[in-house]
Every structure is written in C-alpha cells, then in structure tokens.
C-alpha cells in the first residue's frame, strides 16, 4: 500500500518568512494530493490540493509543487503571519477509477510562527 | 449550510465495553469516510461508505465496523475496546465521483 513520509516534524520561522514542509509518497499510482491544517482541538481543514497532471498550484500565499519522478511534494507558505501556526498534513490517494479514494497521511508538521 | 457533524465530542469508556460514534455529512454528499487519529500522528484510514456499503477499508480489525444510512449518515462501531483505540475519530464526506474530503470536528474516545 501507499506510504507518505512528511519532513520536518517541527518547524520554527520567523514571521514574515517563508515555510516549506515536505512529502514522498510511494505509490506510483497517487494522482492526488491535499495539504490540510489542523488546528490544535480543531478538524483538519483543506487548504490546497494538487492532481498529478499539474506541477504547481497557487492560491495566495499558499503553493504546492509536485515532481511525479522523485514522487515528491511540497508544501509552500509565504509571508508567514502567526494565525499560519498549526500542524499540516500532506496526503496522497489514487483517485483513477472514481473520485473520492481514501487518504494516506503523512505523520504531520508542527509549524509554528515566531512574532 | 450544515457542516460535517459529529457526536458525541468526547466519549470515556472502559475495556472491553462497546462504543458507537456518528457522523452526518455535509449537504449534499453521499460518502463518508472514517479515520482514526492517534496523539501526535496523522489520520489512519478505517472504512468508506457509499450506498450504504462498506467500498473500501483500511488496516483496523473486524472489531471496527460501521453502517451508513438512507440519509447518507453514519455510525462506527467499535466493539471489545481496548487501550490503543483512544484516539480521535474523525469522519469526513465527500461526493462520490469527486476527490475533496472534508471533515468533522471528531470524537475523542479515552480508553480507561
């Protein structure tokens, strides 16, 4: 089955500064792949997803980037602002046969913002 | 426009004991996923339903089953409890033939 191993665990930056998390997953037959944050006592929140046939996507400060050969994906946060503290989590799925597979998580990244 | 649902928000049960958790999807979706989050880790896969099936399921022992509704709702159910299933269970909805998956707030279940 599909592995998503997640780097860094933990990750101070100054606010301000840019912040970048990132995952390999194994499974070569992944074409999908979200990004959610996780608030501490809250619900995993969508901030951004990528499919495979795209290498990067942009929704404000907020990008993510895909290398399909490395089987890699990053997560990209820039002008970090204190409210960007939380924990993110990357995921992969397969999502060829009908839309809505499950996910496999990678173990998350403390993100937080120094004011 | 109601949100993913979940109840109850905490739950403390005891070895051995049985417990149900439910879950009602957004408007208009039809799928409902379960995973099971421990302290510090990223959400593990249990089952999905759609057309009150099970479609696909994850690692997690028959100890874990679940049932999904007419009205798409649904219930987990974990039977002969045991220490390591106190985590956060979230469940998340979802329209079939489309990928985004949103989630409810969870249950927490404390294994005493």
């Known amino acids: 089955g599909e592995n998503v191993e997640q780097h860094p665990s933990t990750l101070s930056v100054q606010e301000g500064d840019s912040a970048v998390i990132k995952c390999t997953y194994s499974d070569s037959a992944s074409n999908y792949f979200p990004w959610y944050k996780q608030e501490l006592g809250k619900r995993p929140q969508l901030i951004i997803d990528i499919r495979s046939n795209v290498g990067e996507k942009k929704d404000q400060r907020i990008a993510v980037t895909l290398n399909k050969t490395a089987k890699h994906f990053s997560l990209h946060i820039t002008e970090t602002q204190p409210e960007d503290s939380a924990v993110y989590f990357c995921a992969a799925a397969d999502i060829s046969n009908f839309g809505n597979e499950k996910l496999t998580f990678g173990t998350g990244t403390r993100l937080t913002i120094i004011p | 426009d109601a949100g993913v649902t979940q109840s109850p928000t905490h739950l403390i049960k005891t070895r051995g004991q049985q417990v149900t958790l439910r879950c009602s999807p957004k408007?208009?979706?039809?799928?409902v996923s379960w995973y099971q989050q421990a302290l510090g880790q990223g959400p593990q896969f249990i089952f999905q339903?759609?057309?009150?099936?099970?479609?696909q399921r994850g690692n997690f022992p028959d100890r874990f089953s679940g049932h999904q509704f007419p009205n798409y709702s649904s219930e987990l159910n974990v039977n002969a409890l045991l220490l390591g299933d106190s985590a956060l269970y979230l469940c998340?909805?979802?329209?079939?033939?489309?990928?985004?998956?949103?989630f409810g707030p969870g249950t927490r279940l404390l294994v005493l």
């Open positions: 339903y759609y057309e009150e099936e099970e479609r």
């Open positions: 408007s208009g979706h039809d799928t």
């Open positions: 998340a909805s979802s329209s079939f033939f489309q990928e985004t998956q949103y």
